[in-house]
């Protein structure tokens, strides 16, 4: 009996600890908001920090409007640059599946980089979020 006891709280625990590791996954990665639509948001998400230069770093955008729905049917242009130094084109993309804007980023040098977002909606004027990402650091 009492090891059966012992068996249900181990197995309780357990299931406990797996149902709480998504969390504890994402708190490892980065997470910046803005203000845009006036009153809504949009959240910048990378799956990793730090950010590592040539890495294959996935990232989701969530668009949130002034009333608090998700927004589905907008057109992102992205951009990733260095401010203190002239960079070749870096356009990711980030169609729309599973409830955000979604795509992988590579950064190609250490440093300070910007995260660039302009929003295309129809009927709506054009929204643009600047991210400062600080430090991106060797692989």
């Given amino acids: 009996m009492k090891t059966d006891i012992l068996r249900r709280v181990r197995t309780i625990l357990l299931c406990m600890v797996l149902l709480a590791l998504p969390a504890i996954v994402h708190a490892d990665g980065l997470r910046l908001q803005k203000s845009v639509f006036g009153s809504g ?34 057109k992102l242009m992205i951009s990733l640059d260095m401010p203190a130094m002239s960079m070749p084109p870096n356009h990711p993309k980030a169609p729309y599946e599973d409830n955000a804007y979604r795509g992988v980023a590579i950064f190609t040098m250490a440093g300070a980089w910007q995260f660039t977002i302009n929003i295309q909606r129809p009927g709506y004027d054009q929204e643009q979020a600047v991210f400062d990402l600080e430090k991106v650091v060797m692989k």
């Fill in 41 to 74: 948001k949009i959240v910048l998400s990378f799956a990793q920090e730090p950010l590592k230069t040539m890495t294959e770093t996935p990232f989701s955008i969530e668009l949130i409007g002034p009333s608090g729905k998700t927004i589905t049917d907008a």
